[in-house]
């Protein structure tokens, strides 16, 4: 089958990382706090000049703080404009863990339980018309195992040009392929309507595995959009103003939202293909699934809240909630063959509610779209989390500069959790 446009920007991450990821350790003999930092961003700025990425902001936490945020490289290269770390992006699937906090949210709300079918909830019926007896449920979308998936169309039908003076730019741009004109929006529900009942107009069965719902472990942007659609529908609120008022006002993420049109685009930076090209600016008809838009700066203040919860100490939700949030639904039957234990950060190693557990015991996500690649994963050990956001498609050398990027933060990671703690 072929990857659609978000599932292929990830290959390239995913082939090489069991040849990039390096045991973490901690930087010695440096005196202060501050030593720290300038040494890091010394030797940031000097990958940054190995050229395949443009520009790319990075953050290190913990549960109290922002330990570490900066940008590198360019938002602009008309006007040689710097990312920051205020600088603006959309961050790809790095959104869906919103998804589990909203859920979880809605749950204690007594609005839904993710334990119930779907349909419980939908003005229109979803199974799978292999198992037509068989319920979806809430937790299936959550953990990727309803027997919903992707295919072809979702690339096809999901991502929308800004703007209509765009449509002759994308046809020079293998990344943007994909992409729509502007009249071809709609809203969240009419896109999943279409897509998965029986009367829609793209339905196809194509749209579901030949496995029961619960089996088998497809990661699928459709299905993750589903549960937010049930939000709207049980909340009476659209998922952006429910993340608004449940998610980034409480935390004070004041520069992140779904929408170009309510944030200050002078931050935002451009997005580009592997030999320098803009990527035109798009959206998402599928936007919680991987629309987000936020800078470093403002998704530190998330991760940090995320490792409180781990700890039982967030604010977003009870801490009965945040342990299913991360709880490990999944097994090996749940997947084709054994998992792949040579991906150190394979978010799809396993899965709590759209959040996910590497082999090596990191907990977060990993997002890619065209020009952007996106790293949000925290040490339930250390208490200790890391961001790297880049604004630029990433070829084999690409992807080694985004490792060299991560890898470096980890080899810091430690020693500034210590020093602050001291």
Not at 3 to 18: D, E, H, M, P, T
Not at 160 to 166: N, Q, R
Request: charged share 25%.
């Amino acid at each position: 089958m072929k990857k659609n446009i978000r599932q292929a920007s990830l290959i390239v991450l995913l082939g090489i990382s069991f040849f990039s990821c390096k045991k973490e350790g901690t930087v010695q003999n440096s005196s202060s706090f501050e030593v720290l930092k300038d040494s890091l961003s010394s030797e940031l700025t000097q990958i940054h000049k190995q050229g395949s990425i443009k520009g790319f902001g990075v953050a290190i936490v913990n549960e109290d703080t922002t330990l570490y945020a900066k940008g590198f490289g360019y938002a602009r290269l008309d006007h040689k404009k710097a990312y920051t770390k205020h600088t603006i992006q959309n961050i790809a699937s790095v959104s869906k863990t919103l998804i589990g906090i909203s859920l979880l949210k809605a749950q204690e709300m007594n609005k839904l339980n993710i334990e119930d079918p779907v349909n419980n909830y939908l003005p229109f019926e979803v199974f799978n018309p292999f198992y037509p007896e068989d319920t979806i449920t809430i937790k299936q979308l959550a953990t990727h195992t309803s027997s919903i998936q992707d295919g072809d169309l979702y690339g096809e039908k999901s991502y929308i040009l800004e703007s209509a003076k765009d449509t002759i730019k994308i046809k020079s741009i293998p990344s943007a392929e994909g992409f729509n004109a502007p009249e071809s929006d709609m809203d969240m529900g009419t896109f999943l309507q279409s897509f998965l009942s029986t009367e829609g107009k793209w339905y196809q069965q194509t749209s579901f595995l030949e496995n029961r719902p619960g089996e088998h472990y497809e990661y699928t942007n459709v299905g993750a959009t589903l549960a937010p659609y049930i939000i709207e529908k049980v909340t009476g609120s659209p998922y952006d103003n429910f993340t608004q008022k449940h998610i980034l006002d409480p935390l004070e993420m004041t520069s992140s939202g779904w929408k170009l049109t309510e944030l200050d685009t002078t931050q935002l930076t451009s997005l580009f293909t592997v030999d320098g090209k803009r990527i035109p600016n798009y959206k998402l008809i599928t936007y919680p699934d991987g629309g987000l838009i936020t800078s470093v700066n403002d998704k530190a203040k998330y991760l940090s809240e995320i490792i409180k919860g781990f700890s039982g100490n967030g604010k977003l939700l009870t801490e009965k909630s945040y342990k299913l949030f991360f709880s490990e639904f999944l097994s090996d039957v749940n997947f084709d063959g054994e998992r792949d234990t040579d991906r150190p950060f394979d978010d799809e190693y396993n899965s709590g509610l759209f959040i996910g557990h590497t082999p090596i015991g990191q907990i977060g996500h990993m997002g890619g779209d065209p020009g952007v690649s996106t790293f949000m994963f925290f040490n339930p050990n250390s208490k200790t989390g890391k961001l790297l956001f880049v604004n630029t498609d990433l070829d084999e050398k690409g992807a080694d500069q985004f490792y060299s990027i991560w890898n470096k933060m980890g080899l810091y990671e430690k020693g500034m959790s210590e020093k602050i703690s001291h």
